[in-house]
């Protein structure tokens, strides 16, 4: 029951980052038909938001004490926090927790990324097949995360979270069930917010006149521009949008696994195995196909499971994917004549 | 019209002072017959050329990176271009002369492994046809080595492994062309057992997760041997993907195996994630069977701990060499590289400059460059002061044997290069084992010409 009940929150924290990811994918292929092999890299460049944003905070005043010496014999150089000799314990509370206030960051930084990428270089291969768009993408994901290793180096850069999460909360206590069931809390805290971030983009899309025009311009871009609508205009937004949810999904990924240049390959042919899943273009599809393989992945990975398939929790997400392809040539939720032209 | 005429003492006469006169000149000149014996890219000019092979690019280029500082170095050192500082601890300095290999300029081309086999393979042979490379070295995986010292095996040219620590680089799959400096699995399993016996008790349950390998697989066998041997038992060995990232649905069945110390075979980026998670998921805060709940990596990396944090904090592992070893070999090595980049090396750094050193060294000793008798000059050549103590490269496996570092992360550091402190010297006899458990063939030493 332990296993079982463990498994669930690890699927739902992994299927969160999968959603979050697939969302801003299938939200890019739904409004502007691209198919975004970049998508991963922004995933990967919000974690780096997190990372400048703690390099910021952790500036160090550089003092050379001439009567130490480094084991090579050069004067030891003495280096102390700038921010928390300044601010004192604001200045702490700063460095604690600079991974969630990094968000603060990320948001415009990921907006204005998404729009240069969407103005300067994707919006030239709208009318391009769909083979250019993932060659030209994918070329882009290799620049970004080369830019990033040039800056930033090839091992991961650990991030912590807040000391008041950093540990793992009594999920047995919680539920009333006997013994103890320990599950960090940031991961807990990444489900959430994985949850809101969803909710935030789907309340866009629907109660705002903003997204009204979005998702109508998704169903039938002509007619929307013939009302004299700059469809485009608001379809840039929209890939800003994707940008910011995949930094999001970035930067508060960092404290689970420490973020180095290519995490966002990592995560991308599994969310295109998501999208896919979901069905091409369906926002609902997404997240539910996100949830439903993360939870998969996870259970597949139980001793119990791997005893009776040797091998099991490597094939799993495909496997399900191409039962799902055969049964349900859309996907879960895709629409009638997305890629099948 | 004279006609020829020809005696048969004429004849003898003729053909006796023809082999004098063919043959004298020989004698008078030094290593003449040598040059009859050929092997792949010996140098015919002024300079000969060495190829290192080390991860440029992918999840291990920061310790390809230090590996190339260090080869600069060793460069520099054999042309007399820098001072010879950093060998001079080093029992065969006085063969290196500082005026490059046998008088021949040291040059170097580089190739990328990006730590797959195919492309280190690939990048090996562009520089052994197209780079003229007498001698290959580098790497930062099992797998790499591995393939690229089956290459050389098969050009005939003799390959310096970096860092490669699986029981089957000097094993299953050693070969005549191929040595190896770095410590190996089995070294680590015998280094680390009896200490964590000591630390943590005989009645111990250890739960393995590992990468799914060669060097995984080989480290999981060594360590579970090692433990067992102290009492420990192993509930469960786990074999987890290569670059999994999230392993938080390998680390959950941890919590209710039973186990009381969890085994880590993971190296670089997948021990770095699997360490920071295996704290996070509270291991370190947890009870079992009465006893504090463990984690233990056997091989650690000083980069890649950097990566892990505050993660690292009391871990116990092993090492080949540490910049903080108090021995004449280290602190020359030590001086000079924080000298010229301004950083203590890694060990990655330290076993390629060793490698480069002993491979001049060794053509010096042989007074050639022909592979067979420079292979020769390597094997059962004991040396000492590069840092490790005495060492024996072993004949009959062309493995090292030297002492072994038992490591555990600091709980106080003072910077990044600070993370780990020495806790345990191993004396080489304690990891020295019979060449005959792992198998393997040597191969033949014959020379070839590419």
Known sequence: ?341 | MSKLTLSRRRLLKAGAATGVALGAPLHFVKGAYAQDKMSCNMPTGSEVVLGFNVPQSGPYADEGADELRAYQMAVDILNGDSDADAISAFSGAGNLKGNGILGKKVTYVTGDTQTKSDAARASAQKMIEDGGAIMITGGSSSGVAIAVQSLCQERGVIFMAALTHSNDTTGKDKKRYGFRHFFNAYMSGEALGSVLAEEYGKERTAYHLTADYTWGWTQEESIKNATEKQGWQTAQAVRTPLGAGDFSQYITPVLNSGADVLVLNHYGKDMVNSLTQAVQFGLREKQVNGKDFQVVVPLFSELMAQGAGSAIKGILGTANWDWKLNNAGTKAFTQAFGKKYGQPPSQAAQTAFAQTILYADACERAGTFYAPEVIAALEGYEHDGLGNGPTLYRAEDHQCFKDVLVVQGKDDPKDKFDLLEIRKIVPRDEVTYDPSIFGGDLGPADAKQC
């Open chain 1, 1 to 341: 029951m332990d296993a079982l009940l463990l498994q669930l929150l690890n699927g739902l924290d992994k299927g969160g980052a999968y959603a979050l990811i697939a969302l801003g994918l299938t939200l890019v292929f739904g409004t502007l038909g691209v198919v975004n092999f970049a998508h991963g890299a922004l995933f990967m460049m919000g974690a780096f938001c997190a990372v400048v944003f703690d390099r910021l905070l952790n500036v160090e005043t550089v003092t050379i004490d001439e009567t130490q010496t480094t084991p090579w014999g050069t004067p030891m150089e003495i280096r102390e926090p700038y921010i928390q000799s300044l601010l004192g314990d604001f200045g702490a509370f700063l460095v604690d927790y600079s991974v969630p206030i990094s968000i603060i960051l990320a948001i415009p930084i990921m907006l204005i990324i998404g729009v240069i990428m969407e103005r300067g270089l994707i919006r030239h291969f709208y009318s391009r097949p769909h083979a250019d768009q993932i060659l030209v993408t994918f070329g882009l994901a290799i620049v970004l995360q080369e830019i990033i290793k040039h800056f930033f180096g090839a091992n991961p850069i650990p991030q912590a979270a807040p000391d008041v999460v950093n540990g793992s909360a009594d999920i047995g206590a919680m539920l009333g069930l006997d013994g103890i069931i320990a599950y960090p809390w940031w991961r807990l805290i990444y489900f959430v917010f994985s949850l809101l971030c969803i909710a935030a983009v789907f309340a866009f899309l629907q109660f705002t006149t903003y997204g009204m025009v979005v998702r109508a311009g998704m169903r039938d871009r002509e007619t929307v521009g013939l009302l004299g609508i700059d469809i485009e205009k608001r379809f840039t937004v929209v890939f800003g949008i994707a940008a910011v949810v995949a930094g999001l999904a970035g930067v508060m990924y960092t404290p689970i696994l420490p973020p180095d240049y290519h995490m966002g390959m990592d995560f991308l042919v599994l969310s295109f195995v998501v999208v896919v899943v979901g069905g091409m273009g369906s926002l609902g599809g997404a997240v539910l196909a996100g949830f439903l393989l993360g939870i998969l992945q996870s259970f597949a990975s139980m001793t119990e499971v791997k005893s009776i398939f040797p091998g099991i929790d490597q094939i799993i997400i495909y496997l399900v994917a191409v039962l799902i392809l055969l049964t349900l040539p859309r996907g879960l939720m895709g629409r009638r004549g997305v890629m099948e032209d």
